[in-house]
């Protein structure tokens, strides 16, 4: 089902309503606006990456779901909440990203007045 989403949502967006998604004129934008597409090999080396992080993840979610699973039975939980939590645990890189990226941000005046350059005063 996820997957049949998926493909509707990508089809309306590059075909049906493709126009929403490009520049009102054809010069409004400049030639180098956008990147390069990436190369042949560039693009299956990273899928294969991908399904790596993929399959590593799987694993890691089946290795860790029985330990919860005891923890939720134990606990008088729903086992409902083992799905739960494995869900959590597999998108919490993502959930946490705007927080680091806010800490990231807060300390950046203080690490580019270091860097900042030093204007020497005319004798």
């Known amino acids: 089902m996820s997957l049949i989403l998926?493909?509707?949502f990508v089809l309306v967006q590059t075909v049906r309503h493709r126009d929403y998604f490009l520049?009102?004129?054809?010069g409004a934008l400049p030639a180098?606006?956008?990147a390069e597409p990436p190369s042949v090999s560039t693009t299956w080396t990273a899928f294969?990456?991908?399904l790596v992080a993929l399959v590593a993840v799987v694993l890691l979610a089946k290795g860790l779901a029985p330990t919860l699973e005891r923890a939720v039975v134990g606990a008088g939980l729903p086992l409902a909440l083992v799905g739960v939590a494995i869900a959590a645990l597999v998108l919490a890189p993502r959930a946490w990203r705007p927080i680091a990226r806010q800490?990231?941000?807060g300390c950046r005046p203080a690490s580019t007045s270091r860097s900042a350059p030093r204007w020497r005063r005319s004798a």
Do not use: F, R
């Open 23 to 26: 520049p009102a004129t054809a």
């Open 48 to 50: 294969g990456l991908l």
């Open 103 to 105: 800490s990231v941000i």
């Open 32 to 34: 180098d606006a956008h």
């Open 6 to 8: 998926y493909a509707t």
